[in-house]
C-alpha cells in the first residue's frame, strides 16, 4: 500500500478533546483526497499536557514512534504553560527539548510548528482572555526557533466559531484547523 506517515504531537488542541476527530485526522483525510495515498496519522497528544510534559512522554514512546517512520511531523503545544504561569524563558528550554526529541523521531527537517491560537472571546476559567499576551510572547518564541532550526511556521487562521469554550477546537475548527494544515504541507509539497 502506498502511504505517507504524519506525526502530530500536542495538547488538547491537537487530540481534539471537544471533537470527535482532532485536527491531524481531519488533515488525513484531506491529505488523502488531494495526494491519492493513504496517510497514517500518528496524534500522539494528551489533554492538559504542558511542553515539558510532552517532550517526556515523547521519551517514553520515542522507540515506537520512530519505527513508524513518519515523514513529517506537527507541533501545537502551549495553552496549558499559560495556566501554569510558565515564563517565557522556561517555555523556550522546554520547547526547544521537545523539537529536538521530534526532529530525532522524525530524522529530517520535515517539521511544522504551530503557532498557537488566541484565546477568544468569553473563554473559560482557568483561561483568561488576557493571557493573549503571554500567547503572543509564546509564538514569538515559536516564530524563532522555526527560523533558528530551518522548520516550517504555521500561523492559523481562527475565528470565534472554530472554539468550543474559547480555548478547545469544536469539531468545525477541527475541521479547518485540519484543512488549514494539509493546504500548508501541500504547498510546501508543490502540489497545492
Given at each position: 500500500?502506498?502511504?505517507e506517515t504524519l506525526l502530530s504531537t500536542g495538547d488538547s488542541i491537537t487530540i481534539?478533546?471537544?471533537?470527535?476527530?482532532?485536527?491531524?485526522?481531519?488533515?488525513?483525510?484531506f491529505l488523502s483526497e488531494r495526494t491519492n495515498k493513504k496517510w497514517n496519522i500518528?496524534?500522539?497528544?494528551?489533554?492538559?499536557f504542558t511542553t515539558i510534559d510532552l517532550a517526556r512522554f515523547l521519551d517514553e514512546?520515542?522507540?515506537?514512534?520512530?519505527?513508524?517512520?513518519?515523514?513529517?511531523?506537527?507541533?501545537?503545544?502551549?495553552?496549558?504553560?499559560?495556566?501554569?504561569?510558565?515564563?517565557?524563558?522556561?517555555?523556550?528550554?522546554?520547547?526547544?527539548?521537545?523539537?529536538?526529541?521530534?526532529?530525532?523521531?522524525?530524522?529530517?527537517?520535515?517539521?511544522?510548528?504551530?503557532?498557537?491560537?488566541?484565546?477568544?472571546?468569553?473563554?473559560?476559567?482557568?483561561?483568561?482572555?488576557?493571557?493573549?499576551?503571554?500567547?503572543?510572547?509564546?509564538?514569538?518564541?515559536?516564530?524563532?526557533?522555526?527560523?533558528?532550526?530551518?522548520?516550517?511556521?504555521?500561523?492559523?487562521?481562527?475565528?470565534?466559531?472554530?472554539?468550543?469554550?474559547?480555548?478547545?477546537?469544536?469539531?468545525?475548527?477541527?475541521?479547518?484547523?485540519?484543512?488549514?494544515?494539509?493546504?500548508?504541507?501541500?504547498?510546501?509539497?508543490?502540489?497545492?
Amino acid at each position: 500500500m502506498n502511504w505517507e506517515t504524519l506525526l502530530s504531537t500536542g495538547d488538547s488542541i491537537t487530540i481534539g478533546s471537544r471533537s470527535y476527530l482532532g485536527y491531524p485526522e481531519y488533515c488525513a483525510g484531506f491529505l488523502s483526497e488531494r495526494t491519492n495515498k493513504k496517510w497514517n496519522i500518528l496524534n500522539h497528544s494528551v489533554a492538559g499536557f504542558t511542553t515539558i510534559d510532552l517532550a517526556r512522554f515523547l521519551d517514553e514512546n520515542m522507540a515506537n514512534l520512530k519505527s513508524a517512520k513518519p515523514d513529517i511531523a506537527t507541533i501545537l503545544i502551549g495553552t496549558n504553560d499559560l495556566k501554569g504561569n510558565t515564563s517565557s524563558k522556561i517555555f523556550r528550554l522546554a520547547y526547544e527539548l521537545l523539537i529536538t526529541k521530534v526532529q530525532l523521531i522524525v530524522g529530517s527537517k520535515n517539521i511544522i510548528l504551530i503557532e498557537i491560537p488566541l484565546l477568544r472571546d468569553g473563554v473559560m476559567l482557568p483561561y483568561l482572555i488576557g493571557m493573549n499576551e503571554v500567547v503572543k510572547e509564546y509564538n514569538l518564541i515559536i516564530q524563532e526557533l522555526s527560523k533558528v532550526n530551518n522548520f516550517h511556521c504555521l500561523s492559523l487562521d481562527c475565528n470565534e466559531e472554530y472554539f468550543y469554550d474559547g480555548v478547545h477546537l469544536n469539531e468545525l475548527g477541527s475541521e479547518a484547523i485540519g484543512k488549514q494544515v494539509s493546504n500548508y504541507i501541500l504547498e510546501l509539497r508543490g502540489t497545492r
